[in-house]
């Protein structure tokens, strides 16, 4: 594996276990001292692989705790090298001790994430297996962490390793043909180029389908409920959330600032926000909730504009103040509440808008009712069919932006590559472009990244990891 900045061969040491009290608190200590210091903590040497219940020994031989310990050697342990793993109570003041006592026989304290990290650079695990253990921690529901799982037993790693295996097995084709001009090598009138290429094309495919689901799986999809007072903005939050997290009253401007849920759908995690009314205001408070409604609007995935469904139709799209050009235009979706007043049924439509002889606008409308639930599902389905998620297949993986990112570039190199070759016949552009896209691919899993970026990654994980 190829990656910048070394391996650093000091033994480190952090508490493995969540912040605060419980049955079981474990430190782990990875590094060469990790075997001394097992000896000098359980006044014997431990046997590999083995758990031994044991006494955990202060410099004086007083007794700290006690507990199972394991010693892991060097290869054959998470991280590579020797691990000395105890298992004692979970009491913050005993794990302290602890901890305090490894720092004194010449560990120091782990930073963020550097379990994984030299996991990842002793060839254990790969970029994509490291940050899939992130993933699996932070995993807000069952779809989620099984995608993340998939992704930790390197299903991921796996579809990028073939796909640069065959942008490899390609660059040695052309390449080959450059090299050695007196085979006379027809690039052009051979057929294997344009198959190889069409193949690498559908198989580019086919991972960016299940990078953006895996992509949309892990970040979901940020959903802001904007509109009028009174609008029933909170009762569909409400709704949405299975539970009451707004206040809900008669009184307009009851919702002055951003109130925020997290709930799942089909295993998605979308981020609901609900917000002060749109009106015009002389209240500096309302105004300052008027405000930050506008710009949470504008930064959303998805924007849902409560009207009043027996308020007049020429009025719906008033609070929305936006050029006809705007690009918020293109996620918004029309809901049209209180469809009980009306003894209207829920349904999904599309409808157009703007005056007669304007450009219309069409948007996606939703009859529903937050105060009895009647569309509710209906409006579920809708933001599901937003996302363009698909349910999970068997082979499914979760995936970052800077995974989708790197296959987008890859992707684009190879479209740019074929085009050049298209129109000349000459294999130097393309294996160039070859070249570059399969360094993109390199990217994801490590086997080439900048020093900078591993060091973004890997700080991002908690102490312990």
């Not at 602890?98 to 379990?115: C, S």
């Not at 992704?151 to 991921?156: A, H, K, R």
């Not at 409920?225 to 008669?250: M, Y």
């Not at 684009?412 to 160039?432: N, S, V």
Request: aromatic letters at 4%; one cysteine or more.
């Amino acid at each position: 594996m190829s990656v910048i900045g070394s391996i650093d061969r000091d033994t480190i040491v952090a508490i493995a276990t969540p912040p605060g009290r419980g049955g079981i608190g474990i430190l782990r200590c990875p590094g060469p001292l990790s075997l001394s210091i097992a000896e000098a903590i359980l006044g014997k040497r431990p046997t590999a692989r083995h758990a031994h219940l044991a006494d955990f020994l202060d410099e004086q031989g007083r007794l700290i705790d006690q507990g199972i310990a394991l010693y892991f050697p060097a290869p054959h342990s998470f991280t590579g090298e020797e691990v000395l793993e105890l298992q004692g109570h979970g009491g913050p003041v005993v794990l302290d001790l602890l901890l305090q006592r490894v720092l004194r026989l010449g560990a120091r304290l782990a930073r963020p994430g550097e379990f994984s990290e030299r996991a990842f650079l002793n060839d254990k695990i790969d970029l994509l297996q490291a940050e899939a253990i992130a993933d699996l921690i932070d995993s807000s529901s069952v779809a989620a962490a099984r995608s993340a799982l998939q992704s930790l037993q390197g299903e991921f790693s796996r579809q990028i390793n073939q796909l640069v295996e065959r942008l490899i097995r390609l660059r040695v084709y052309i390449e080959a043909s450059i090299d050695f001009p007196d085979e006379e090598l027809d690039l052009l009138a051979d057929p294997q180029i344009g198959q190889q290429l069409l193949d690498v094309s559908n198989h580019f495919r086919a991972i960016l389908s299940k990078a953006k689901d895996g992509q949309r799986l892990r970040d979901g999809m940020s959903v802001v409920i904007i509109g009028r007072p009174n609008a029933g903005k909170s009762s569909l939050l409400n709704q949405l959330a299975e539970h009451d997290r707004a206040i809900v009253t008669d009184i307009p401007g009851t919702t002055r600032d951003l109130l925020h849920e997290e709930i799942t759908l089909q295993g998605v995690p979308l981020h609901l926000t609900d917000t002060a009314g749109l009106r015009q205001a002389s209240d500096p408070i309302e105004q300052e909730g008027i405000r930050r409604a506008r710009q949470q609007a504008d930064q959303a995935d998805c924007v849902l504009l409560l009207v009043d469904a027996t308020a007049d139709r020429s009025h719906w799209l008033e609070p929305i103040d936006a050029d006809r050009n705007d690009p918020l235009w293109q996620r918004l979706t029309l809901v049209r509440n209180k469809i009980d007043l009306l003894d209207e049924v829920p349904k999904m439509t599309r409808e157009a808008f703007f005056a007669e002889g304007e450009r219309s606008l069409i948007l996606p409308v939703i009859a529903l009712s937050a105060k009895t639930a009647a569309g509710i599902d209906l409006l579920k389905q809708h933001l599901l069919e937003r996302i363009q998620f698909r349910p999970s297949e068997e082979g499914g993986f979760l995936a970052r932006r800077r995974h989708l990112d790197a296959l987008l570039r890859a992707q684009a190199l190879l479209e740019q590559g074929q085009r050049a070759f298209a129109a000349t016949g000459q294999g130097e552009l393309l294996a160039e472009d070859l070249r570059e896209a399969q360094q993109q691919l390199d990217e994801i899993t490590g086997r080439f990244g900048s020093e900078a970026l591993l060091s973004r990654i890997f700080s991002s994980f908690c102490i312990g990891k």
